[in-house]
């Protein structure tokens, strides 16, 4: 007899525990084991939370190597069916090898499940008849888990699924992770709700009464953004380090749509537009994706939204000072343009409309788009086109973790009729869906790389650009791991040509994420490893990194909301002088629009005790010593830049700490 010893390991979190009886037959190359009841002294303990069981399955004659391992769970009678979390599998054979089973998933039927062993397999490598058995079924069965569906017209098609318990286990969130999400929730609202704001429809009458909404949840950026958001030069900053740094762009030539003349913003002759644009130190934002829109009715009352265009100054001393703002795209007699020059209120009243419209380009565009909906793309597209043996399965579901279930929720809570967004932000309803189409179809393969993205904005040499500098830094070691873990299993161009599951996951990304427009530059097919690597890279940045720097600030720079109002209730002043502190506080949201917001933020800016940053793999997938060695390179490489964005920020008055790599989830989790 040829004995196999059967290692089970069940996952250590809540509920993973399982009373049901288990049964494995093992697989290979020469032949297959019975279908084998694991049995142990332990009893039924043997698969409870945590649980590393040892059994032994007994062959007549050695059956191989190792393909794949067979397993079920059966419910005793009278006992109810039960969910059962396992980790892994591991299998010592009478030959003295060791095959790990990488499995990671929740079994919570009676069917027969196959795991392949860890060892990663391009679908051209897998030439054993029941390995493109296990291949195709495996992937047979994820299609119809897992099916597009069109959420809106023009946007990225997204999972089918009704609610969270409509998702397959394996992608729902952990019992911890649910639990914490929705006390968060609740408790920020109760506390909401016993303060009598929650619902209070009134104007605010004191500015220094917002302070009083969330007394307890502050945190130390949101105090100075209440201290200092008046500040032409922390208006400035917040476009380089807030949470919207993807805007911004150097200004080689004004719009013709943007009449600022040299006597408006040097008014000294100190020195001239066309000179400092020279030097590099004029840049722009432009809001025109706002423009024309038609703006939310909140509370039964119509509110604003503007679309501007805002000019910035790189002064000697290296601050980014706004000099000139309009706040509509056409320049007519009642629509001025503002400067710092002008009363205290104008000016202050021009510059909150600019925070407005950026509250709306961030959290739609920058944030929901470009990492939310970008990321289920991707996400869903690996789990219809690759299976578990692939590499790139191995290296890209770390980066998938909770993202279904967190859009899942956005689109039942945050975007749809009755959401927060759609209630309570200007851009809500319609022009919501008509501002996801048009960032959609102007949005660029460049621009979701950030060493492109960086030079095409012509940002390489802006002083204090945090963004940029911990984000290159981030790309680059993101990159040569990436391009370390491929190359090792695709030896030149050929091999990815031919590599047919990879190429349908990225016509599935093109056709169903970027709606098959030719224009974005996102490939259609791999042809060389490069390639594969840059856009692999740009994946994971995307689902890690990017969406740390657009998220985990969010209550930090709208905490205090007169910086970051979700919508204005009256329109734009058409000339100036006319504005006072009065109709500023006329103009800005009513409370239970401030507070519901705040709320919201807070929630989404809070990590549960379960995130795992980027870098940690507490998954073991792959099993052969170079990628295993890769990853440990890939961590101590994040290691070094973490201390070196702590040791910087310990010198800045406002520390960057968003791509820290401590501080940055290994996926859209939030």
């Known amino acids: ?45 043997a698969f409870v939370r945590g649980a590393v069981s040892t059994f032994t399955v007994s062959c007549p004659v050695s059956i191989g190597k190792l393909i794949l391992i067979e397993l079920d769970k059966q419910c005793l009678l009278l006992f109810p069916k039960d969910n059962w979390f396992l980790d892994k ?64 017209e023009g946007i990225p098609h997204y999972m089918k699924a009704e609610s969270p318990l409509s998702l397959p286990c394996e ?40 302070d009083r909404v969330f007394c307890c949840k502050q945190t130390d950026i949101s105090d100075y953004v209440q201290e200092h958001w008046k500040e032409d030069a922390f208006f400035g900053y917040q476009y380089l380090n807030g949470v919207n740094p993807m805007l911004i762009r150097r200004c080689t030539a004004l719009p013709s749509n943007f009449p600022v003349t040299d006597g408006m913003v040097f008014p000294q002759g100190q020195c001239s537009l066309a000179d400092e644009m020279k030097k590099g130190n004029i840049y722009l934002c432009d809001y025109k994706r706002l423009d024309g829109l038609e703006a939310n009715t909140i509370n039964g009352k119509k ?22 703002i309009q706040l509509k795209q056409t320049p007519a007699d009642d629509n001025p343009i503002f400067l710092p020059t002008d009363s205290e209120y104008d000016w202050l009243t021009a510059k909150i409309f600019v925070r407005s419209a950026d509250f709306s380009e961030h959290e739609l565009n920058v944030h929901l788009l470009r990492t939310h909906l970008l990321a289920e793309v991707f996400a869903v597209s690996l789990l219809r086109n690759i299976p578990m043996v692939h590499p ?73 650009f945090y963004y940029r500098d911990d984000g290159l830094r981030l790309w680059e070691i993101i990159h040569k791991f990436v391009e370390g873990v491929l190359s090792y299993y695709y030896k030149d161009d050929a091999e990815v040509q031919k590599d047919s599951e990879l190429q349908k996951w990225i ?95 807070w929630l989404l800016s809070q990590q549960s005790s379960d995130s795992v940053p980027l870098g940690d793999y507490p998954e073991d ?17 994040l290691e070094v830049l973490s201390a070196a964005i702590k040791v910087r920020n310990r010198s800045l008055d406002v520390p960057y700490t968003y791509l820290d790599p401590t501080e940055v989830e290994n996926s859209v989790a939030i």
């Not at 503007?306 to 910035?312: E, S």
């Not at 790139?392 to 909770?402: E, N």
């Not at 997938?621 to 490489?637: M, N, R, T, V, Y």
């Open 1 to 45: 007899m040829k004995d196999y010893e059967v290692t089970v390991s069940t996952g250590n979190r809540a509920h993973s525990s399982t009373f049901n009886n288990i049964f494995i037959k093992l697989v290979g190359t020469e032949g297959e084991s019975e279908r084998k009841w694991l049995m142990s002294f332990k009893g039924a303990t």
């Open 89 to 152: 599998v591991e299998v010592k054979s009478p030959e003295g090898e060791t095959y790990n089973f990488p499995i990671y998933r929740w079994i919570d039927d009676s069917e027969v499940h196959y795991f392949r062993a860890g060892t990663a397999l391009k679908v051209y490598d897998d030439i054993h008849p029941l390995g493109q058995y296990s291949r195709q079924q495996e992937l047979k069965q994820r299609e119809k888990d897992y099916r597009w569906d069109v959420y809106l």
């Open 171 to 210: 992608v729902r969130f952990s019992f911890s992770k649910t639990t914490e999400f929705f006390f968060t929730s609740a408790t920020g609202l109760a506390e909401l709700q016993l303060k009598g704001l929650a619902d209070c429809k009134e104007n605010w009458t004191d500015i220094d009464d917002i």
């Open 303 to 324: 509110q604003y939204l503007m679309a501007p265009l805002v000019l910035f100054h790189k002064t000697p001393n290296d601050a980014l000072m706004p000099i000139a």
């Open 392 to 464: 790139l399965y191995k290296l890209l579901i770390p980066h998938t973790r909770y993202t279904l279930q967190i859009n899942n929720l956005a689109r039942n809570f945050l975007i749809s009729e009755t959401g927060v967004f759609t209630e309570f932000v200007a851009s809500g309803g319609e022009a919501m869906i008509t501002i996801l189409k048009r960032s959609l179809s102007s949005l660029t393969y460049s621009s979701l790389c950030i060493q492109d993205d960086i030079a095409e904005r012509g940002l390489e040499g802006v002083p204090n």
């Open 507 to 601: 016509l599935d990304i093109f056709e169903q994420g970027f709606l098959s427009q030719a224009d974005t530059g996102i490939p259609q097919r791999f042809t060389t490893v490069a390639g594969l690597v840059k856009f692999v890279t740009m994946a994971i940045f995307t689902c890690s990194a990017q969406h740390a720097a657009v998220n985990s600030g969010q209550f930090d720079y709208g905490g205090w909301m007169p910086n970051a109002p979700s919508s204005l209730q009256l329109p734009p002043p058409t000339t100036k002088g006319t504005t006072s502190e009065a109709t500023m506080l006329q103009t800005l949201p009513d409370v239970n629009v401030t507070v519901n917001i705040m709320s919201t933020l």
């Open 621 to 637: 997938h792959f099993s052969e010593e170079i990628p295993l060695e890769l990853i440990k390179d890939f961590q101590g490489a």
